[in-house]
């Protein structure tokens, strides 16, 4: 899971300065690295860096990237060996010069990387699947070389290509060097883009953006949903045009929902407040019937995903809400942890106990998901240690029992608890008095609406059903080994 944000914009001085603003917003997306590369009518300028975007880009850096095209990328690692050779954006030279970057994963990246370096004879540098998606785009580029087709029907040929050839969940967004800024959804929209505008006429300035966080802070105006298997192209003069390459068959992936994206982002046309807030309520009428037994005093979320959903469902019980774990906002994201005992020491710098919400009460603990099981069972320690009667816990979402091979750090079966364990054996080894779980069919309810621009979801992670067809168990298990040995790489050994 990661962010991208690019834009076409009017003063080459403050495009770099609307990319950082950009990926500031999209920062929850990942912590592993980052990336700006501008565009200037003369070359690519690239700035690339491990960790945050804050702390990898400063004045000089920003004075040299000139130009008014740019794309930015949060990179949070699924594949790859983590350094800064698999950070974003990529770009190649031939033809014209083209650079991209992307939020997803290729589900069949190790045979088309292979047949790329075997077959095409493309060298293949880093583990970062744009950079696979880019071979194949550039290739399908280069063969559109009619003089009599304009270059918006080059690039959605070159898409069409891409389509055939790339397999799995990928939103990508690029720089044909000359001609223009571009982005395309894979045929299924399993990961998010925005497209969206600032100002209009000739002056009009265009972005493409895995949420719509910044669209407030940075004047810009929503225009839609990147569409599952539609192209948009902004040629140099400004004009934008769009094609619908692949039949639409939108399945966004479910996760963005419940954990990954802001609260306050709209995703094909879906409120990712709102479906958190019909989270906690649906789940509160499963609890209802059970509150005179287990006689809650107060709920309490995960902080800060599982607020919203805690505070529904807490209204809805009619027992108190409470913010009794206090979040230090300088730590990352535990899930997007690279590493097991990285993750479990970030819990307790993270989170703090209020004793004076918690001692001689009966606790239900609202957590957005439980993945590993490490953090679940981590809080409720530490809300044992600071006096509570009873711990409950409450999941927002459904057990996790299957790998993501589109994009979310859910890798082996191993890791994933629900997967080798029932109801009852995750409640004793979190440490829980009472466990429930949301339903996938309430789930799928809580975030589908009138509105919603899809119908289906992926729930892959949740139900071991894929929306694309060639998630086989081969795939799955080649997809694990890939990532072991990955993480072995990455692993620093112990003396």
Same mark, same amino acid.
């Given at each position: 899971? +990661?962010?991208?944000?690019?834009?076409?914009?009017?003063?080459?001085?403050?495009?770099?300065?609307?990319?950082?603003?950009?990926?500031?917003?999209?920062? *929850?997306?990942?912590?592993?690295?980052?990336?700006?590369? &501008?565009?200037?009518? *003369?070359?690519?300028?690239?700035?690339?860096?491990?960790?945050?975007?804050?702390?990898?880009?400063h004045?000089?850096?920003?004075?040299?990237?000139?130009?008014?095209?740019?794309?930015?990328?949060?990179?949070?690692?699924?594949v790859?060996?983590?350094?800064?050779?698999?950070?974003?954006?990529?770009?190649?030279?031939?033809?014209?010069?083209?650079? #991209?970057? *992307? !939020?997803?994963?290729?589900?069949?990246?190790?045979?088309?990387?292979?047949?790329l370096?075997?077959?095409?004879?493309?060298?293949?540098?880093s583990? +970062?699947?744009?950079?696979?998606?880019l071979?194949?785009?550039?290739?399908?580029?280069?063969?559109?070389?009619s003089?009599?087709?304009?270059?918006?029907?080059?690039?959605?040929?070159?898409?069409?290509?891409?389509y055939?050839?790339?397999?799995?969940?990928?939103?990508?967004?690029?720089?044909?060097?000359?001609?223009?800024?571009?982005?395309?959804?894979?045929?299924?929209?399993?990961?998010?883009?925005?497209?969206?505008?600032?100002?209009s006429?000739?002056?009009?300035?265009y972005?493409?953006t895995?949420?719509?966080?910044?669209? =407030? #802070?940075m /004047?810009?105006?929503?225009?839609?949903?990147?569409?599952?298997?539609? +192209?948009?192209?902004?040629?140099?003069?400004?004009v934008?045009?769009?094609?619908?390459?692949?039949?639409?068959?939108l *399945?966004p992936?479910i996760?963005?929902?419940?954990?990954?994206s @802001?609260?306050?982002?709209?995703?094909?046309?879906i409120?990712?407040?709102?479906?958190?807030? @019909?989270m906690?309520?649906?789940?509160a009428?499963?609890?209802?019937?059970?509150?005179?037994?287990?006689?809650?005093?107060?709920?309490?979320?995960?902080?800060?995903?599982?607020?919203?959903?805690?505070?529904?469902?807490?209204?809805?019980?009619?027992?108190?809400?409470?913010?009794?774990?206090?979040? =230090? =906002?300088?730590? /990352?994201?535990?899930?997007i942890?690279?590493?097991?005992?990285k993750?479990?020491?970030?819990v307790?710098?993270?989170?703090?106990?209020?004793?004076?919400?918690?001692?001689?009460?009966?606790?239900?603990?609202?957590?957005?998901?439980?993945? @590993? %099981?490490?953090?679940?069972?981590?809080?409720?320690?530490?809300l044992?240690?600071?006096?509570?009667?009873?711990?409950?816990?409450?999941?927002?979402?459904?057990?996790?029992?299957?790998p993501?091979?589109? %994009?979310?750090?859910i890798?082996?079966?191993?890791?994933?608890?629900? !997967?080798?364990?029932?109801?009852?054996?995750?409640?004793?080894?979190i440490?829980a008095?009472?466990?429930?779980?949301?339903?996938?069919?309430? #789930?799928?309810?809580?975030?589908?609406?009138?509105?919603?621009l899809?119908q289906?979801?992926?729930t892959g992670?949740?139900?071991?059903?894929?929306?694309?067809?060639?998630?086989?168990?081969?795939?799955?298990?080649?997809?694990?080994k #890939?990532?072991?040995?990955?993480?072995?790489? +990455? &692993?620093?050994?112990?003396?």
């Amino acid at each position: 899971m +990661c962010g991208i944000f690019s834009i076409y914009g009017k003063e080459q001085s403050t495009v770099a300065q609307d990319v950082y603003d950009g990926l500031i917003s999209l920062q *929850h997306r990942g912590h592993d690295a980052c990336g700006i590369l &501008t565009y200037d009518e *003369h070359s690519f300028h690239l700035k690339k860096g491990i960790g945050f975007v804050r702390d990898n880009f400063h004045a000089g850096t920003m004075r040299r990237l000139t130009g008014n095209l740019g794309i930015g990328h949060i990179r949070y690692a699924t594949v790859g060996k983590g350094g800064l050779e698999d950070a974003q954006p990529f770009y190649v030279h031939h033809p014209y010069g083209i650079a #991209m970057a *992307h !939020n997803g994963n290729l589900s069949n990246f190790l045979e088309l990387k292979k047949e790329l370096v075997e077959k095409d004879l493309w060298q293949v540098n880093s583990g +970062c699947d744009v950079e696979v998606i880019l071979a194949v785009f550039a290739q399908e580029l280069a063969k559109q070389n009619s003089k009599t087709s304009k270059m918006p029907e080059k690039v959605f040929a070159a898409v069409q290509g891409v389509y055939k050839r790339c397999k799995g969940a990928y939103s990508v967004t690029g720089i044909i060097a000359g001609y223009g800024l571009f982005g395309f959804r894979d045929p299924y929209g399993i990961r998010p883009m925005i497209f969206g505008k600032r100002g209009s006429g000739k002056q009009a300035e265009y972005a493409f953006t895995s949420e719509s966080v910044m669209f =407030n #802070m940075m /004047g810009l105006e929503y225009v839609k949903d990147v569409g599952a298997g539609e +192209c948009i192209f902004i040629d140099s003069k400004r004009v934008v045009h769009t094609k619908q390459i692949a039949s639409a068959k939108l *399945h966004p992936c479910i996760f963005e929902y419940v954990y990954f994206s @802001r609260p306050d982002s709209l995703e094909n046309n879906i409120s990712v407040y709102k479906a958190r807030l @019909r989270m906690g309520e649906i789940l509160a009428k499963r609890i209802k019937p059970l509150q005179a037994k287990l006689k809650i005093d107060v709920v309490i979320p995960a902080p800060s995903t599982s607020n919203t959903a805690a505070l529904a469902l807490a209204h809805d019980l009619g027992v108190k809400y409470r913010e009794g774990l206090v979040k =230090n =906002n300088f730590i /990352g994201r535990t899930f997007i942890m690279p590493g097991q005992a990285k993750r479990v020491k970030s819990v307790k710098y993270k989170l703090n106990p209020q004793p004076l919400e918690i001692k001689r009460k009966n606790v239900l603990l609202v957590d957005d998901s439980i993945v @590993r %099981g490490t953090t679940a069972k981590e809080i409720v320690q530490m809300l044992r240690a600071a006096g509570a009667k009873k711990v409950y816990v409450a999941s927002a979402s459904s057990p996790v029992v299957s790998p993501c091979l589109y %994009g979310v750090d859910i890798p082996t079966r191993q890791e994933l608890i629900a !997967n080798h364990k029932d109801n009852e054996s995750i409640r004793k080894y979190i440490g829980a008095d009472w466990l429930i779980y949301q339903t996938i069919e309430d #789930m799928v309810k809580a975030v589908n609406t009138e509105k919603s621009l899809a119908q289906k979801f992926c729930t892959g992670c949740f139900s071991k059903k894929y929306p694309t067809a060639d998630i086989t168990e081969q795939v799955i298990a080649a997809n694990e080994k #890939m990532r072991l040995e990955d993480k072995a790489a +990455c &692993t620093p050994i112990n003396k």
